[in-house]
């Protein structure tokens, strides 16, 4: 595959093609750029999801694209923090551990 490669080709596009294409077009083409939120809202969202349900791997991508949407650590700190009391405390030290590494790739 080319350099030019999608987030959802990366991700899933060797295994699963059509839906690295469903990814692109539909979830980021689509629900991401609909008017109603705006992308750093959907962000704090989706980091919300991702602690709640232990999603590791996607929980550090979408950390970094909070990060380029506007959320600040501070922020994701307290989310996580918040996420605490409503997903449960191994869901946030979970989050704490991704947040620490996410971070660290920026400093």
């Not at 699963?16 to 704090?44: I, K, Q």
């Not at 923090?81 to 997903?87: I, N, Q």
Request: hydrophobic share 45%; proline share 4%; with cysteine.
């Amino acid at each position: 595959m080319s350099e030019q490669q999608s987030a959802g080709q990366r991700a899933v596009g060797d295994v699963a093609p059509h839906l690295a294409e469903l990814t692109d077009e539909v979830l980021f083409g689509d629900v991401w750029a609909r008017p109603g939120l705006s992308p750093r809202d959907r962000s704090l969202a989706t980091v919300a999801a991702l602690i709640a349900l232990y999603r590791t791997s996607e929980l550090k991508s979408h950390i970094r694209i909070g990060l380029q949407n506007g959320l600040t650590r501070e922020e994701i700190s307290e989310l996580i923090t918040h996420m605490a009391f409503y997903a449960g405390w191994p869901c946030a030290v979970n989050a704490v551990r991704v947040a620490r590494e996410v971070f660290a790739e920026q400093a």
